[in-house]
C-alpha cells in the first residue's frame, strides 16, 4: 500500500505552524540574546594566574545541600576545581545590580544555558546585563553552564567580593570556562 506522503505530512506541518502562533502557547520568557563583553569590561583579573581563592566546600554560605538537590550532577570534586577572584574597584557595578542579574539568571532564565557565542575578542559574552552590572561567561567559542548554576555560584560570590556598595569578580570553573561578574555600563 501506498501513500501520498503530501497529504500526511503537509496538514501536520501547517498545524504545527497555526498552533507555533496561538497565543498563549509560546513561552513568557524570552531567548537569550547573548552579546560579546567589551574588552573595556572585562575584569584584568580574567587573564592573572595568580590570587585565585579555591571556593571552600565546608563554608556554611555555599549551602551544599541545597546545591546537590537542584544539581544532581555536581559532586564536591566538580566544587574543588573552582576557584574565585575579587575584581573590585571604585568603578565597579553596584552590588543592588548585580544582585539584580544574579536573580534574573535565577528566575528567569534559570532553564537555559549561558553559552559563550563570542569566536574573538575578548571570548566573553554577556548572559545578562542590568543596570551598571552584568554577569557574562568567557572561554572557548560554544562552552556554556546552566544559567541556574551561574547565579548561585554569582550569589556566593557577590557578598565575598562586595566593598562599599561595588562588586566584581571572576569565578574559574577549572573547566576553561569563566563567570564574570563586571560593570557593564
Known amino acids: ?65 541545597s546545591l546537590k538537590d537542584e544539581y544532581p550532577e555536581i559532586n564536591i570534586e566538580n566544587l574543588r576545581a573552582i576557584t574565585f577572584k575579587c575584581a573590585t574597584t571604585t568603578s565597579s557595578a553596584t552590588s543592588t545590580d548585580m544582585n539584580t542579574c544574579g536573580y534574573v539568571l535565577e528566575r528567569q532564565l534559570a532553564a537555559k544555558r549561558c553559552i559563550q557565542e563570542s569566536a574573538f575578542g575578548t571570548k566573553c559574552t554577556t548572559s545578562v546585563a542590568r543596570g551598571t552590572a552584568g554577569i557574562g561567561v568567557c572561554g572557548f567559542y560554544g562552552m556554556w553552564i546552566n544559567c541556574r548554576y551561574a547565579a548561585f555560584l554569582a550569589a556566593y560570590l557577590i557578598p565575598k567580593c562586595t566593598v562599599n556598595g561595588r562588586i566584581g569578580g571572576v569565578i574559574d570553573m577549572g573547566t576553561g570556562l569563566k563567570i564574570v561578574l563586571y560593570r557593564s555600563t
Not at 12 to 31: H, Q, R, T, V, Y
Not at 43 to 54: C, H, K, N, Q, R
Open 1 to 65: 500500500m501506498r501513500f501520498n506522503l503530501q497529504i500526511v505530512v503537509l496538514p501536520f506541518f501547517i498545524a504545527i505552524g497555526i498552533a507555533a502562533n496561538i497565543p498563549g502557547l509560546k513561552s513568557d520568557i524570552p531567548e537569550l540574546e547573548f552579546t560579546p563583553i567589551p574588552e573595556s569590561n572585562v575584569p584584568a583579573e580574567l587573564s592573572d594566574p595568580t590570587g585565585w581563592t579555591p571556593l571552600d566546600v565546608s563554608d556554611p554560605e555555599l549551602d551544599l545541600n
